[in-house]
């Protein structure tokens, strides 16, 4: 069974840090895109930050210059640092990742984690 395992979550002040991670759980072929969504309490879900296989990286513009997306490909996990945390920074955050499961697969698998709640208040 592939899963996608995240942890990191946590309450921190405004202006803290926190690292998420997420590791892609059993066999698998590969990995191409992976990236990291977040969902505030009744709000639609949002693109946070996305990172290709060959390294390139893209944000949503509330993040950039304060998060840092990063990929261990040998370790198939993807990190997500968050500097210069802002109230508006708390959601719910979610791994995504799309999954070649075996050699001969002919599409990718679309897999998402678990959540992990970032809340940050004073």
């Known amino acids: 069974q592939v899963q996608l395992v995240e942890s990191g979550g946590g309450l921190v002040q405004p202006g803290g840090s926190l690292r998420l991670s997420c590791e892609v759980s059993g066999s698998i072929f590969g990995i191409n895109t992976m990236g990291w969504y977040r969902q505030a309490p009744g709000k639609e879900r949002e693109l946070v930050a996305l990172?290709?296989?060959?390294?390139?990286?893209n944000y949503a513009d509330s993040v950039k210059g304060r998060f840092t997306i990063s990929r261990d490909n040998p370790k198939n996990t993807v990190y997500l640092q968050m500097n210069s945390l802002k109230p508006e920074d708390t959601a719910v955050y979610y791994c995504?990742?799309?999954?070649?499961?075996?050699?001969?697969?002919?599409?990718?698998?679309?897999?998402w984690g678990q959540g992990t709640l970032v809340t940050v208040s004073s």
């Open positions: 995504n990742a799309r999954v070649q499961l075996t050699r001969w697969a002919v599409a990718y698998v679309e897999l």
């Open positions: 990172i290709a296989g060959g390294g390139s990286t």
